[in-house]
Structures are given as structure tokens and as C-alpha cells.
């Protein structure tokens, strides 16, 4: 019995991290495809979310309002002091958020949560695949939450018309919440 729940806890870490990785600098095995604008709008076309007038988000729209410090951090890090931008400014090729927001995942937050292959002790560097090795647990769950939080910006964009100014106007009215709940407490605790 002990001999098979240690066998079992040996396929259970095998499965939470692999020790394959690329020969270039790539982080994973993720394909990022650039939006058509990129390539003077000849370039890939199934990446194009249809352009609509706005649909008002459904009231079960957990899929991006989970996201919020995820919403918070791309657009303080990445959009305005890399680029300078909002995420209105995306309004005319959303595409272009998308793109911007996978390439903040795969170059900034897989790096930051996960082992360099000199620390994994991988000698399998001539294996063409990589999966992302994380460090810790809490890593691969950080990892993991980006990627669905990308999921859920392109989905949401899907569903309202390629509008990005939601995502702006989410952000402000999730600071005017946070700060009339800290006046509230503040006013109570006096």
C-alpha cells in the first residue's frame, strides 16, 4: 500500500512539470500570431475579432471581471510605461491588444514565474518542445491565471464588438468601488 502511494505521488509531480525544453530563447511552445495590421493588413486573417457596434457585456461575465489586478497590472506595467497607451487606444484594432497582451504573458510574466534551464538540470536541450517548468506551484497557478485572463480579454472583445474602452472603464469603476468601501470602513471604525 505504501509502495503504491508513493508511486502515485511520483506520477502526480510528473505531471505538474515537464523538463523538455527549446534550443532558442523561447519561453514556450506558444504560437503568437501578429494581428493582419502588421503586415500591412495582407497578413493572417483568423485572428480578426468582428467588429460590431457595442454589445453591453452579459451580467455573468466572470470571464474578465476575475481579472481585475491581472486588468490593473498590464495596463500600468506594459500599456502605459512601455507603450504609453490605454486600452482605448486599442479601439481601432483590437487585434493589436491581444497581441500586445500575449507577448506581455510569454515575455514577461512566464520568465518571471518560471526556471531558467540551468536551474531545472534539463540536459534534454535537443528535445524541439518546451513546456513551462514553474518553480513553485503558486508559479504555474500565477502562469495559468495570465493565460486565461488573455482567454477572457479576447473573448470579451468577441462579445462586445472589438470595443477595448471597456476594459478602461472596468478598471475606473472597480477604483470608484474599492475607494467608496474604504470611506465606508474608514467612516465606520471612527
Known amino acids: 500500500m505504501l509502495r503504491t502511494y508513493g508511486m502515485a505521488l511520483r506520477s502526480v509531480s510528473r505531471t505538474l ?3 523538455r525544453t527549446a534550443q532558442s530563447k523561447t519561453v514556450s511552445s506558444r504560437i503568437i500570431v501578429p494581428p493582419a495590421s502588421h503586415f500591412n493588413n495582407q497578413g493572417p486573417q483568423f485572428n480578426r475579432i ?9 451580467d455573468d461575465s466572470d470571464y474578465i471581471e476575475k481579472f481585475y489586478d ?3 497590472l498590464f495596463s500600468q506595467d506594459f500599456l502605459e510605461k512601455q507603450l504609453h497607451k490605454k486600452y482605448t487606444d486599442f479601439e481601432e484594432c483590437p487585434e493589436e491588444l491581444v497581441f500586445q497582451l500575449d507577448q506581455f504573458i510569454e515575455l514577461q510574466i512566464i520568465p518571471r514565474y518560471s526556471k531558467p534551464v540551468k536551474e531545472t538540470g534539463d540536459n534534454h536541450a535537443a528535445f524541439p518542445l518546451r513546456s513551462i517548468q514553474c518553480k513553485t506551484i503558486s508559479d504555474k497557478i500565477v502562469i495559468e491565471r495570465y493565460l486565461d485572463f488573455a482567454k477572457g480579454v479576447k473573448l470579451t472583445l468577441m462579445l462586445n464588438g472589438g470595443h477595448t474602452f471597456i ?5 475606473q469603476a472597480k477604483s470608484v468601488f474599492d475607494n467608496m468601501e474604504r470611506s465606508k470602513n474608514e467612516g465606520q471604525s471612527s
Open 17 to 19: 512539470c515537464t523538463t
Open 50 to 58: 468582428p467588429r460590431d457596434k457595442y454589445k453591453q457585456l452579459p
Open 70 to 72: 491581472e486588468l490593473q
Open 167 to 171: 476594459f478602461d472603464v472596468l478598471l
